[in-house]
């Protein structure tokens, strides 16, 4: 962007669907988030702002001082305002800027749920993408992270001030004589940003000094081309589904994938079932999986497994699904440990057979759901079946210790799925609802 005092015809074109709209701002105080609070109150782009600062309560009176200076700012320009706390935890698993940085944003978009917000604004600019490639590098990261930040995302976030750099929002803000409070933690050696952004950055820039425009460009660069590699990957990849009895993938499907996009279809597997990150480690191994068998899993964050049997991948949850015993009564619905899953008990008239598996039990029954217990077995054509191996022989082994067990009294008589007994046709009907 040549000038800020383009701002405006330039988000009319790179925002179109934005113009009009209700906007909450993430508002910090600093100079980049007080410069887009005051670009986008501008009339003709006919923005409904709210701002919302999100406090951490970690630098003391510093930040309350913030907060002040945020509200009176939002009390002039006649924006609602909005203090938003989030506790982060004392010793994150995923680390300290991390975990805040996901903390920050879930907070901003519940609080723009809430308010029917469909838009969230931040402040980020040119010189946080360039700082961002040095720092993902640092960190060993791969061409995904190196790719920056996108100046718009599906969940409705928008970054306006992507195509201005820190020096230009300074200036524009001096030169129209509008204040800005300093945060005096970016000046901490203990962040790795702050160390890019004050030493290395400054450093590398004598001998390259337009290091700052070839690294947006490498950014911008990368993102193209993940942008397409994206898309190879959605029409070609198998998605796992750890939760359905079925969820598994082929081996050979995910093995025929070209190496870069196997790597891909981790990452992506990997964050569409909310475990977080693939390492390289991971990736690494999963090739071995792929190639020669060795692995035969794949640990991943949290404990999770990725498992080869049978000539398909599973993914595995950690630990085992919690016990359960539940009285099954007309109109009731048992929500199951197994997510998503639900057992109601509903007329046999109603309900929809396709949403899972459905069993009519006689009239009068005292009826329990349960998970399998230790010898449980049942009796057909005389003879005793364990019920352990009819598990064994149809349901994934991390969905056998939470699998649903519909007794009458004692006596099982249905295992959805799996096996059914003599007898039934009553007025109700048991339904397991998966997803």
Known sequence: MESLSEFAERFRTEFPEVV?????????????????LHLLAEPGLGLQLEAAYVHHFDRGAEADQEVLFCRDLCHRLEVPFHLVPISPPAHPEEGREATWRRLRYEALFDLAARRSLPFVATGHHRDDVAEGVLVQLLRGCGPRALAGIAATA???????????????????????????????????PQHLRNRVRLD????????????????????????EDEAFLAGELADRAHWIEPWSPDGSVPLDAIAALPPALRSRWLHAQAAHSGIGRATRRQVELLHGLLDRSRPRAVTLTGRWRLRAAGGRLWLEPPGELP?????????????????????????????????????????????????????????EDGRRLSARRLLAGRVP????????????????????????????????????IRG
Not at 20 to 36: E, F, I, K
Not at 158 to 179: F, M, N, T, V, Y
Not at 211 to 218: E, G, K, N, P, Q
């Open 20 to 36: 009009g709209q209700r906007v909450l701002v993430a508002l910090s105080g600093g100079p980049d988030s007080v410069a887009l």
């Open 323 to 379: 016990s359960y015993r539940f009285a099954l009564e007309p109109g009731a619905v048992v929500e199951l440990p197994i997510p998503g899953w639900r057992v109601a008990m509903v007329p046999a008239s109603h309900g929809d057979p396709a949403r899972g598996w459905r069993w009519s039990p006689p009239d009068g029954c005292s009826l329990t759901v349960r998970s399998p217990q230790p010898g449980d077995a049942v009796e």
């Open 154 to 188: 599906p969940s409705g976030l928008i970054r306006p001030l992507l195509g201005c750099s820190r020096q230009q929002l300074r200036a524009w803000l001096l030169e129209h004589d509008l204040p800005w409070r300093e945060d005096s933690s970016n000046r901490g």
């Open 200 to 223: 290395l950055l400054p450093t590398l820039e004598a001998h390259s000094p337009r290091l700052r425009d070839h690294l947006v460009a490498l950014a911008a660069t990368l993102a």
């Open 397 to 432: 082994r991390h969905l056998r210790g939470a699998w649903p067990v519909v007794c009458v009294g004692d006596r099982m008589c249905w295992i959805p799925g799996v096996w059914q007994g003599t007898g039934s046709g009553g007025r109700y009907a048991v339904e397991v």
